[in-house]
């Protein structure tokens, strides 16, 4: 049973910083592209990052180029994501995603917000 599970989510003031983490089960991991995504309330779920396997290739979404920065964790079955100098548009539930073999596979998401 593949089960992916979010932590680090919660309450942060303008220019604060988060760590995400996603803990992977019931898949081999290390052979699975790896993603985070965002949806704030009254707007589509966007991707905000995603590493690649086996190679680590990262990319990120435009708005958090340069702030957040993803990663992995194959001995651990983990994917971290650092965010770095938060602005109130960061708010959104924060997903972890893998795709493994074609199938995607969701976590039930983390609540992150930036306010003062």
């Known amino acids: 049973q593949v089960k992916l599970v979010e932590s680090g989510g919660g309450l942060v003031q303008p220019g604060g910083s988060l760590r995400l983490s996603c803990a992977a089960s019931g898949f081999t991991f290390s052979s699975a592209s790896m993603s985070w995504y965002r949806q704030a309330p009254g707007k589509e779920r966007e991707l905000v990052a995603r590493i690649t396997a086996p190679g680590g290739i990262t990319n990120y979404g435009e708005s958090v180029k340069g702030r957040f920065t993803i990663s992995r964790d194959n001995a651990k079955n983990t994917v971290l994501l650092q965010m770095n100098s938060l602005k109130p548009e960061d708010t959104a539930v924060y997903y972890c995603?893998?795709?493994?073999?074609?199938?995607?596979?969701w976590g039930q998401g983390t609540q992150v917000t930036v306010s003062s």
């Open positions: 995603m893998g795709r493994y073999y074609s199938r995607d596979y």
